[in-house]
């Protein structure tokens, strides 16, 4: 059996599962980011400019006997990877990790690190110009995003607003409870059942007054609205595709009908939240089955998301709420967990581990010195394709 393995997406759950399938097969990571984007940072990066260099991490000692190729999938199918170059990537294993689209802040606009450190410091000294702030969306996302606004500027106004008439719905009333009780304390402002009439009259993340539907405020930002990333899809595999979007999978991580073909992470339409720690679990699972598919044996490893809900959800570095599953229901954790475990790092240390080596420096981030994995046309002239 062919033991390439292409992994279209290098974000949580690619990085992840490439790094574990390293030492059993040929691994290419097909990747247009100059850089990994620790998305979980990007809300703390755009209130501490001085902390945003922390969610960059470069791909180039994430494997030591595969290979990262910075380019752009065209089309996928079940033998492998066409990038937009025209370039041919086969493969006898094919995992789908593209992940999703969200609005920025929440995720950067570009594949270039440097640019995407600047865009952050351009829209904090927006942000830190304006009083009142305004937030489309009370989801995890728009609640991390006004606890972090808070944490720098406690005095700036926030207010979000969101058609739900609940906000975190599907988890226990204890930690729905204990999120209003943290708000309260930080002043921030809920809107609940409330749709805007339309956009503000300026881009999200441009300081400007303006008025929406009696609300003013100096500057707004949008908090919902994901893009799954699947257009690339050749016809073949693009059968297993929803009318959302994303693809159907078995237990054992495989796209319906391609038993060589994996997905994980944002892609898949399995029933939970798409949250990085889930990609990442995701990964185990698909790494395991392929290795076990390269030594011949049959995989047996499957995935079941939990019927309970769980999440860390910080409200700043020392505040947030958080609810892990347990046999026993739901187990809601305080703030000082939630710090502990998130909060006041974001994780960082897990992904020093991951890619072996630190975040970017800031002169690395800067200046757009990023040490750069193989440009795809050099990976086939060297005659790996």
Avoid: C
Avoid at 158 to 185: S, W
Avoid at 271 to 280: H, P, R
């Amino acid at each position: 059996m062919d033991e390439t393995v292409v992994v279209v997406g290098g974000g949580y759950g690619g990085a992840a599962v490439a790094k574990a399938l390293d030492a059993h097969a040929d691994v290419v990571l097909v990747e247009p980011r100059d850089a990994f984007v620790h998305s979980a940072g990007s809300l703390r990066a755009l209130v501490r400019p001085e902390w945003a260099p922390n969610m960059f991490f470069r791909y180039d000692r994430l494997l030591s006997r595969g290979r990262v190729v910075r380019a752009r999938a065209a089309s996928v199918d079940a033998a492998g990877v066409t990038l937009e170059s025209g370039e041919r990537i086969d493969a006898g294993h094919v995992v789908l990790a593209s992940g999703s689209g969200y609005p920025y802040p929440a995720k950067t606009r570009t594949d270039v690190a440097a640019e995407a450190l600047a865009q952050l410091r351009e829209t904090h000294r927006e942000l830190a110009g304006a009083a009142r702030v305004l937030i489309a969306g009370a989801g995890p996302v728009g609640l991390e995003l006004a606890g972090e606004i808070k944490a720098v500027w406690p005095d700036k106004q926030v207010t979000i607003v969101d058609p739900a008439e609940r906000i975190v719905p599907a988890f226990a009333p204890e930690m729905r409870a204990d999120l209003h009780r943290q708000l309260d304390e930080r002043g921030i402002g809920l809107r609940l059942g409330t749709r805007l009439s339309a956009e503000p009259p300026v881009e999200p993340g441009r300081a400007r007054t303006f008025t929406v539907d009696g609300i003013t405020a100096d500057i707004w930002f949008r908090a919902y609205g994901v893009d799954v990333r699947t257009s690339h899809l050749g016809p073949d595999l693009a059968a297993a595709r929803t009318p959302a979007g994303r693809v159907r999978v078995t237990p054992h991580l495989n796209v319906e009908g391609f038993p060589n073909v994996y997905a994980l992470g944002d892609v898949t339409d399995l029933d939970e939240a798409k949250m990085a720690g889930y990609a990442m679990r995701h990964a185990e699972v698909v790494a395991a089955n392929i290795a076990a598919r390269v030594r011949g044996e049959e995989p047996t490893e499957t995935y079941t998301p939990s019927p309970i809900p769980s999440v860390l959800l910080p409200l700043g570095p020392d505040g947030g709420v958080g609810q892990f599953p347990t046999p026993d229901g739901p187990l809601v954790v305080s703030a000082e967990t939630v710090a502990e475990y998130k909060g006041r790092d974001l994780f960082i240390d897990r992904f020093v581990e991951l890619f072996g080596t630190e975040p970017l420096t800031e002169a690395e981030a800067a200046s757009g010195a990023v040490p750069a994995a193989e440009a795809a046309s050099e990976a086939v002239s060297a005659g790996r394709r």
